[in-house]
């Protein structure tokens, strides 16, 4: 690879809005997202990339929305439909950019979890609930919940999102539109982790974001169960009363907890054996999913 797609895309000429691993180029009436190699941990981008990481989001992405066959915000991975200055970027881009429709942001995180873990599990211990949500009493960490819950939270530039209750995501984008998204979003993860589940992969959560275009549709936007916005355990593996290993950043995470980074200044680069393990949870993730060799390897 001839450039690093953890420092910049950095085509001329064309807006750009980098976010922590996608930048996003303005088209006018379209966008071109391109997943990068950044990886962050902790609210930190890390100064070392993850070889391919963008290209396994991004081929999941296109292979779970084929898959369910949900409205959606993708119109292309030909690098010729987004213009000559992606083409002249082909060993870059290609595997990793995606030319989509512009549509409105619905400014909440749809969470839906099958999975007592994480955030969910902590507040679990405290209070019994989960984003305000009763649970029934002696579940253990990481237990299947009795049905899949929706737990929004809202979008935030910089930090951690914010769970709220239902209630406050309906008064903030209308009653209506909050129960439509909550029925999308516990729809397709039933789908998703009955698919993953034959996989032998549990789903245990996921974020989905949505979009409205300009004729009130609502369609998927984002990324679509992937390892960045989701929780996926191998079932071979999964044991209620103890937290599984995931096949996401959570090895990165570990090196980071194990060393001396205090979380408030730079962050470490990672080592070369980190870097490899990561980049091998990824693509083991793709293709258990998949049912496919990962195509860049």
């Known amino acids: ?29 379209r966008l071109v997202i391109i997943a990068s190699d950044r990886i ?10 993850i070889p391919d ?15 369910l066959q949900v409205p959606n915000h993708l119109l292309s991975t030909r690098l010729e439909d987004m213009g000559p200055e992606f083409v002249a970027r082909r060993e870059l881009l290609e595997g990793r950019a995606m030319l989509v429709r512009k549509a409105q942001v619905i400014p909440i995180e749809c969470v839906a979890r099958g999975y007592l873990a994480g955030s969910g599990w902590k507040e679990y211990k405290q209070s019994g609930t989960v984003c305000g949500i009763p649970l029934p009493s002696g579940l253990r960490e990481s ?12 979008k935030e530039e910089t930090g951690h999102d914010i769970n709220i209750s239902f209630e406050e995501m309906a008064r903030r984008v209308g009653q209506e539109l909050a129960e439509l998204l909550q029925q999308k979003t516990l729809d397709l ?47 071979d593996q999964y044991r209620p009363g103890s ?11 570990d ?26 949870k990824y693509i083991e993730a793709y293709e258990r999913l998949t049912g496919q ?5």
């Not at 990481?53 to 898959?67: A, C, D, E, P, Y």
């Not at 995931?246 to 995470?253: A, H, I, L, N, P």
């Not at 060799?293 to 390897?297: G, N, R």
Request: proline share 14%; net charge positive.
């Open 255 to 280: 090196w980071l907890e194990r060393t001396t980074w205090d979380k408030n200044s730079p962050p470490p680069p990672l080592p070369p054996d980190v870097v490899e393990k990561t980049r091998a």
């Open 1 to 29: 690879m001839s450039r690093n797609p953890l420092l910049a895309t950095d085509i001329p000429g064309i807006p750009c809005r980098k976010g922590k691993v996608r930048d996003i180029y303005d088209l006018g009436d």
């Open 53 to 67: 990481k963008g290209r396994v989001l991004t081929g999941l992405t296109i292979f779970w929305l084929q898959l």
């Open 293 to 297: 060799p990962f195509p860049y390897k």
């Open 189 to 235: 993860y039933r789908r998703a982790a009955e698919h993953a589940q034959r996989c032998g992969i549990i789903l245990a959560d996921t974020k989905l974001e949505w979009g409205k275009l300009p004729n009130g549709e609502i369609i998927l936007i984002d990324e679509v169960f992937t390892p960045d916005s989701s929780r996926f355990w191998p079932a």
């Open 243 to 253: 937290s599984p290993p995931s096949f996401d950043k959570q090895y990165v995470r």
């Open 40 to 49: 962050s941990a902790f609210d930190w981008v890390l100064p070392t990339p």
């Open 143 to 154: 237990q299947q919940l009795p049905e899949p819950i929706f737990t929004p939270a809202t």
